[in-house]
DNA sequence: CCATGTGAACTACTTCACAGCC
DNA sequence: GGCTGTGAAGTAGTTCACATGG
């Protein structure tokens, strides 16, 4: 197995941080967008606020990559898009499996943004013997029996798990058997997972919990609150949206 | 005991970390699972098992709320649901809209765990004409025209955009203008929004490129990836999935 | 005794502010 | 002159470790 675990990322030459990871696809949508429109170069600035952020973070973000831009002039557009998408490994090819097709699943599996950034469903998978065959998105659903065949068959290791939270850790105990390493969540249970296996969870009803605090607070301040505090909330700069410190959140069918 | 009851959320006292709120939804479900077997108390040992997080995490994050707990026995489950329920805001009825009813907006609208905690969907917006009246998870579609009576009529303050990504801020700005003050952006778009309206998004294209860095930099570990960079990874440990301090994700139709 | 509750130490992330370079 | 890149200062979040009190 994977020994070299151990040892935490050193205080050093650390890799870049996992804040700034997670800004990285933000940063490279931007650009994108960008470079649809054919803008040869962008400042700090400008990125910064395309991409919600502020812009001293997006130079330290951009500074633990590399130079890649040009003081006094900004940053090449199509340099900065090929340097992120390297950094995320967006250059190569990610087959992706989701399995538990229901509402949910069917609906990833319809997001065209899929194919657009190195991912591709190689595969959709569901327990119900009715749907397999049936076409989803113009790919077949498979049957679960096959989950560990398809996943060897087709070099995937990233899987989507949208299927209903009692069936989401069995699912994720043979994926990870079968080789998949990094697995995204969206069954509201906590998934546990051997040492080197990524989760990411997303799910709505915490992200509508997390709303719904801010949300009373805010009601709670009109009435008596005062002075103390500038009471207009402002709990974060407009731009900067969700994205900070937190949780994700949705469901399964 | 001590001080008498204590000033939580009241006016003054800087409130409870954004990162606490953000797991205390992840508590809450693990309880609401206790709940339901009968169990009368937990320790923080078990309860921050069983929501994935470490023990002097889990208590620190409850010291906020209080002292709830009993020192040699542990924590109430039920008067900790009900503490929490009630600092989340959730003891109160939530109308939510969802607006953008394609795959995922659908998806959304037939989730179960909605209802359960609060959140009632009060009604479905598309600016389809032809999908105005069908019913989706039994509830009739409306039409964008409609948009702010509906808003006005259910006093809904949670929105939910589910719309393309071109759609997005127009809609964000109606529903704002209309008096939502709280959004869950499923739409690939950064959304600005005045001071004092919380936005929070999900993003499934950004988290699969989060969990394709990792994927990357672990098969760059087993080759013979020299010592120049330090190949590490070790990112976090295994328990510890994914909420710790990062974006979210998802897509619309 | 045992598990909570919490100061204190530590680590991660953000923001400032300005030197460095085009 | 203008904008990047980055040390340094500031802030938020986590973990430790132990006094506290049922």
Chains 1, 2 share one sequence.
Not at 33 to 44: G, H, K, M, Y
Not at 190 to 202: E, F, I, N, Q, T
Request: glycine content about 10%.
């Amino acid at each position: 197995m994977a020994t070299g675990r151990t040892h935490r990322p050193a205080t050093r030459s650390r890799g870049i941080p996992e804040a700034t990871v997670a800004r990285l696809p933000l940063y490279l949508r931007a650009l994108t967008a960008l470079s649809e429109r054919s803008v040869p170069t962008v400042s700090s600035e400008e990125l910064a606020a395309a991409a919600g952020v502020n812009s001293a973070k997006l130079r330290k973000d951009f500074s633990y990559l590399g130079s890649y831009g040009t003081r006094g002039v900004g940053y090449d557009v199509e340099y900065l898009v090929y340097q992120i998408s390297r950094e995320l490994g967006l250059t190569q090819d990610w087959p992706v499996v989701i399995v538990g097709i229901g509402n949910l699943g069917a609906a990833l599996a319809n997001y065209g943004g899929f194919a657009s950034r190195g991912f591709r469903v190689a595969a959709l998978i569901d327990a119900d013997p009715a749907m397999a065959g049936k076409p989803v998105a113009g790919i077949p659903v498979q049957h679960t029996d096959d989950l560990e065949r398809i996943i060897q068959d087709n070099g995937v290791s990233i899987g989507v798990i949208a299927t209903p939270a009692g069936a989401a850790q069995p699912v994720c105990d043979r994926l990870v058997a079968a080789g998949v390493t990094s697995i995204l969540n969206f069954a509201p249970t906590v998934l546990s997972v051997p040492d080197g296996v990524d989760v990411r969870k997303v799910d709505l009803s915490i992200e509508l919990q997390i709303l719904a605090f801010h949300e009373q607070r805010k009601a709670g301040e009109e009435s008596g609150a005062d002075a103390a505090v500038p009471a207009a909330t402002a709990r974060k700069a407009s731009a900067e949206q969700g994205p900070d410190g937190d949780v994700p959140a949705v469901m399964p069918a």
